[in-house]
Structure formats: structure tokens, C-alpha cells
């Protein structure tokens, strides 16, 4: 073999080494965590469930259990300290699915933990915790609706008596490859939220899994690739930032490492502090009266994928020609009519509807009184007023619907929606029972008569943020019908109502007589000047 | 004598390299980003569509990525190992920020990594997968 001159064997040899090792080296962004988990005699065994994983895991991470069932994401409640209303998943009524109670085993598909089936689940069994849901790295462990939070643990039809069929979870190779959390193992759920992908915030959903910048600038995949942890950070295996407990208004300053404050980390001030604009200063005149998403989220679902706005369920139960569930779809094979649910309406680039919000939710709960009105129900009323000192002007997704109730107390109730029994409303489409199994699924009582009531649901906009060059621009707000008009209590230049044509004229009077008056003047010195020379 | 050691030094060196190349099976998630920045951005000025994972099955996409044939419209590089290359990543580098950030992942290592995402998201996967 004739080789370049200059070149040995010996530098063959250093570039087929150095071609080596670069190819044996692990890909962009993989983990550089300390330990290598296949390496752990614990973990090198063909596990049969993943309570015995979880068991494997708790020999080493002995507190992790005891850490994780002290938070919402295991016990789905949240005791509101302000107004004392229980919340979290397990108490609250939505106008999605409408509520968990009674659909256990579909809805603890996104618990982190195994068997949370009905109302009997022991919370304090250690190794019921999933430490696989949030340590997944491979995206093979996938925790199926139906199936109480766990993962097929041998291959199985599904759904049953689809003729489909998945594979059992590896889950060995699942437990050898652990590491942090990610926006896939977050989204897996939260991308989910309402029963599918986009479905409930509108500004999460799948397309952020690997987002370029126009989509996020945070989570962007090619440049600061944060992770939900990044912002939502945790301590003890508890999530910083909770729309249970939002916050609406952070006065206090960018958190520096050694901080012992204790102020919730996932807001944009606990990074970009309180005077973020450097360049254009008058902008920093705004932080007092909006939140940073107003400007920074133009529009949600814009990921391509779109968001439903709407849910009808008092259109459910039509079946097709045939006699059996149908959907129907429109031209972009969005789903807008469910025989299971009623009728949808999707979209996508939405622009946000705007509120003052000060971070106090009230909710309608089961029990609450509703009427039958125009005036839809609030389901979750964001808390807020230009006068009260410590709102700020926010983002939201609005979610409408209409959604069953009890005519006689006057309540929303609980709908039995999933499972093979008698009374689930997916297999039969009985709304009487459907509802009385909810209900009694609770310890509550149906009457038997039921219609649909308007409700609305409001959910912050606060992900997806845009480069600041697409942010909201100063003439979308300050004009006349721009996207702040119905902002009341304050005054935006340029807006309808703050917009007087007498004051205007006389104004723009002034300034034509001034200008008049200094090119007389200007004219009159220069034509004396001339005279005199 | 000499250069019989030389060449047997570089023939042992060859198989470890080969064999650990081989031992790498593909990063799904880089994958997913080089798809869903690269391909898809040139199938939808191109194709004026996406292309989804869930589109084909896994023995589908084996069978269409072992054919080694791309482009239906015959407008660009018919082979697919193209689309994966350096050179094609050199030649968007300017316009693209995932082909510039790419660049210098060897072609086998990144092929791989998009047969592991498609796989991962194809239409008999656990996670049917649609670019947006």
C-alpha cells in the first residue's frame, strides 16, 4: 500500500484509534451522571413487575419513597391554605373527563405509582411508587390507560378485543438506563393532559419534545434545551411551580446560588430578575401591570398541533349509520365529533384571552351550587383585579364546554366514564348511570335528573415563549380593538377607550401651532438676517 | 517484518472500530431532533408535507431505509444515506442550525439515530410518532 509522504503506520494507526474512540462516544446529550445503573447487581435481574424495581430502587435511594408520597403528584391533593378548598386531581370536576373518582384505573395511568384502581389503594406502601415514570430514559416504559399504572409486564391485546397487541416493558433494560427527568418523561402525562396530545393547557404538548427556538427559546432542542426541571425545580422529589398554588406576581429578584429563598423558582423573574430589558428600558415600565408571558407568549399551539378549546358532552351518545360509535372528522383529520364525548372544537396559533390575575383560584366543586344560565359556570375562577395591588394583566386558555349536572342539587357531578361494567358511559351511554355510579363512587347521591350546564375553565399561558424578536409588539396593544381592549383599570395609549377624539384634536392642535409658530419665527430671523448683511 | 506488525496492529484496530460501531444502536432522541429540524423542514418545502413515523411500520421503515431510496420527486439526492451525510449537512449548515450543530457526528452514527427514531415512533410502536 502506497501511503502520502510524511505519513507512518503509526499515525494510520492514531487515526483509526481516534476514529475509534470518537465513534464509541456516547451521543449529544447523553447522561453524565456518576453511575452506570446496569452496573448494580441490584438492577441486573429479569424483573417481573415494576413494584420489584421499585423495591431494587429503594435499596439504595432509601428515602425516595418516603419523599415522593409527601407530594401532590402522589397524593393528587392539594389543601388550598388560603381558602381552605381541597384540591388536586382526585378532588376537583373539570370540563374535560370530568373528574377521576370512579375512573381509577384509566386515570392512574399518569400516577407515579402501581395499582391506584379504586378507592381502596394503600398510599403508604412504599414500593406502590413508580420511580420508573420520571426515570425512564429509553421511551419504552409506557404506562397504559386501564391498567391501574402499570406497564404491560407480558405482551397483551390492547385495548382488549382491539386486535392490536404490545409488547411486554422491557423492564430490566428500563431499570439499567435511569437517569433525570426529562420532557418526555414530564410530557408523557402533562403533554396528555384532558385524554390526549394538546388537548388541555395549549402550551404543552408533544411538538415540545423537541422544539426548535421560534417554538420555545428555553426548551429549544439545538440551543438551551431545558428540561421542565430546569425551571420547575425540584427539592426532594417535590415540583417547584403548581397551578394549584400559582404564582401570579414575583417582585423579588433572580435567584443566586446559596439562596435561601424559598420562593417558588419557576417563575421568569427568579432567572431574568425585575428590569429583564436592557436595550429598550421603557419596556421594564410594564413589568408592574403585566406578566412577562403577555408579551413573551403571542400565541399557544403553535407547534403544529392544536389545542382544543371546547367540549360539548351534551351531543354525546349519537351513534353512526351503523348503529355503533362513530367520529367524525374535519379537513385537517382533527377529531370534532366522538360518539363517547360529544362535539370538540380545535385550534391551532391561538391568541391568548387576557386577564388580571393574582394568583388566587377559586374553584366550583363538587357540592358548589350551579344554575342553568347564559353565564357559563366557572370551574376554576382566576382571582385578580386592577385595583387590589398585586395583579398583573396574564395569558390565558379558556376552555368552554357544556357538561352534566344534577337538576335537583344543583351540582356538577362525577361521570363514570371508563371500564367493561355496567354503568360506564364509553360502553353503554346511559347517562343515568353513568352519573350514579360517579356519584356513589364518592358517597355521594344522584337524583336521577340531570341536563347540561355552560362552564369554563381557565388554564395560564406560560410555556412556549417566543424569541423576544416575535414577542407581542407595542401597536398590537396599544391601539384601537387591540388585544388588551377589554382590560379594564388601566390606561393603555392608543387603545378605543382611552382614546378621546376632542382631546386629540386639540393636542394635535398645539403641536401644528407650535411647529407653525417656530417655522415663522425661524423664517422671520433669516429673512433680518439677509437685510442686514 | 516490521510492516506485517504494522498491519496486523491496524487490522485489530479496524475490527475493534467496526465492532464498536456496530455496538451503537442509536440515539432515538437525537434522532427525533435531526429528523424533526432537518427532514422535515425539507419535506415541507420540498414534499410540501410531513412525513410521520407513524406513516410506515417498523418492518416498513427497515425495509425502506435498508432500499436506500429518498427522494419519490427525483427534485433532490435519491439516496437517503444522502440526507444523513456530512456533506449534505455542510451544504445547509448555513441555514439550518441542526445540520450545523450535527456536522461533525459521523454519517453511521446518525443514521442510526434516525432508524432508532423512526422505529420508535412508527405506526406499530408504543409511541406512534407525528412530526408537526
Not at chain 1, 420489584?52 to 419523599?67: D, Y
Not at chain 1, 391568541?351 to 357559563?376: A, C, H, M
Amino acid at each position: 500500500m502506497n501511503l502520502p509522504p510524511g505519513t507512518t503506520w503509526l499515525k494510520v494507526a492514531v487515526t483509526i484509534m481516534l476514529a475509534t474512540a470518537f465513534t464509541a462516544m456516547p451521543a449529544a446529550g447523553a447522561s453524565k451522571s456518576t453511575a452506570d445503573h446496569s452496573k448494580f447487581k441490584e438492577l441486573q435481574q429479569n424483573f417481573q413487575s415494576g413494584p420489584e424495581v421499585t423495591k431494587a430502587c429503594l435499596s439504595c435511594h432509601t428515602e425516595a419513597a418516603k419523599q415522593v408520597q409527601k407530594t401532590k403528584h402522589w397524593t393528587w391533593e392539594y389543601l388550598n391554605p388560603e381558602n381552605k378548598q381541597r384540591l388536586g386531581k382526585k378532588n376537583v370536576i373539570n370540563n374535560f373527563c370530568i373528574a377521576v373518582p370512579s375512573n381509577y384505573a384509566a386515570c392512574t395511568a399518569c400516577h407515579i405509582g402501581y395499582g391506584w384502581k379504586d378507592d381502596k389503594f394503600d398510599f403508604t406502601v412504599e414500593t406502590n411508587v413508580d420511580c420508573l415514570a420520571c426515570h425512564d430514559t429509553t421511551g419504552s416504559y409506557l404506562k397504559l390507560a386501564g391498567m391501574a399504572g402499570h406497564v404491560p409486564y407480558k405482551d397483551m391485546e390492547y385495548p382488549p378485543g382491539s386486535g392490536s397487541f404490545v409488547k411486554a416493558t422491557d423492564l430490566k433494560k428500563v431499570a439499567q438506563k435511569v437517569g433525570k427527568t426529562s420532557r418526555d418523561t414530564c410530557g408523557a402525562c402533562h403533554f396528555n393532559g384532558g385524554g390526549g396530545n394538546a388537548v388541555k393547557h395549549g402550551d404543552l404538548d408533544t411538538s415540545l419534545e423537541a422544539p426548535d427556538k421560534e417554538l420555545d427559546v428555553h426548551m429549544d432542542s439545538l440551543g438551551l434545551n431545558f428540561t421542565c426541571a430546569t425551571c420547575h425545580k425540584t427539592g426532594g422529589h417535590d415540583v417547584a411551580g403548581s397551578r394549584y398554588a400559582p404564582t401570579a406576581v414575583d417582585r423579588k429578584g433572580a435567584q443566586v446560588r446559596g439562596s435561601e429563598d424559598r420562593k417558588n423558582p419557576a417563575t421568569c423573574q427568579s432567572c431574568h430578575g425585575q428590569a429583564p430589558h436592557t436595550k429598550t428600558a421603557k419596556l421594564n415600565d410594564h413589568t408592574s401591570k403585566l406578566a412577562c408571558q403577555t408579551c413573551h407568549v403571542p400565541s399557544f399551539a403553535r407547534g403544529g398541533i392544536a389545542t382544543k378549546m371546547s367540549w360539548d358532552w351534551s351531543t354525546a351518545g349519537k351513534m353512526g349509520p351503523d348503529g355503533k360509535p362513530m367520529t367524525v372528522k374535519d379537513d385537517k383529520k382533527h377529531v370534532i365529533y366522538d360518539s363517547k364525548k360529544g362535539d370538540f372544537v380545535l385550534a391551532e396559533n391561538v391568541t391568548p384571552e387576557y386577564i388580571w390575575f393574582n394568583g388566587s383560584v377559586q374553584y366550583t366543586l363538587r357540592g358548589d351550587p350551579v344554575e342553568k344560565s347564559d353565564q357559563p359556570t366557572r370551574i376554576n375562577r382566576f382571582e385578580g383585579s386592577p385595583h387590589d395591588g398585586k395583579s398583573v394583566i396574564w395569558p390565558v386558555k379558556v376552555f368552554r364546554g357544556q357538561q352534566p349536572y344534577d337538576t335537583v342539587s344543583k351540582s356538577l357531578v362525577i361521570l363514570h366514564t371508563t371500564g367493561n361494567d355496567d354503568a360506564s358511559y364509553w360502553k353503554h351511554f346511559n347517562w343515568e348511570k353513568a352519573i350514579a355510579a360517579g356519584m356513589a363512587s364518592v358517597g355521594d347521591t344522584f337524583s336521577g335528573k340531570y341536563d347540561f350546564v355552560k362552564t369554563e375553565m381557565t388554564w395560564p399561558i406560560t410555556h412556549m415563549v417566543a424569541p423576544k424578536d416575535k414577542a407581542v409588539g407595542c401597536v398590537e396593544c396599544h391601539k384601537a380593538g387591540g388585544r388588551l381592549e377589554k382590560i379594564e383599570g388601566v390606561y393603555i395609549p392608543g387603545r378605543s377607550r382611552d382614546h378621546l377624539g376632542l382631546l386629540d384634536t386639540a393636542g394635535w392642535s398645539l403641536a401644528a401651532l407650535t411647529l407653525f409658530g417656530v417655522v415663522v419665527h425661524g423664517s422671520l430671523r433669516i429673512a433680518t438676517r439677509k437685510k442686514k448683511d | 517484518m516490521r510492516m506485517t506488525k504494522q498491519l496486523l496492529m491496524g487490522a485489530v484496530l479496524g475490527i475493534v472500530m467496526v465492532g464498536t460501531a456496530g455496538a451503537y444502536d442509536g440515539d432515538w432522541k437525537r434522532g427525533r431532533v435531526y429528523y424533526r429540524q432537518v427532514c422535515t423542514d425539507c419535506h415541507q418545502s420540498m414534499a410540501k408535507k410531513t412525513i410521520s413515523p407513524n406513516e410506515k411500520t417498523k418492518a416498513e421503515w427497515t425495509a425502506y431505509i435498508t432500499a436506500d431510496k429518498h427522494d419519490a420527486t427525483k427534485k433532490s439526492n435519491p439516496s437517503l444515506k444522502y440526507a444523513t451525510s456530512r456533506a449534505y449537512r455542510d451544504s445547509i449548515k448555513t441555514k439550518n442550525k441542526a445540520a450545523e450543530k450535527f456536522l461533525e457526528v459521523p454519517d453511521a452514527e446518525l443514521q442510526a439515530d434516525i432508524k432508532a427514531w423512526v422505529l420508535y415512533g412508527a405506526k406499530d410502536s408504543d409511541n406512534p410518532s407525528r412530526c408537526q
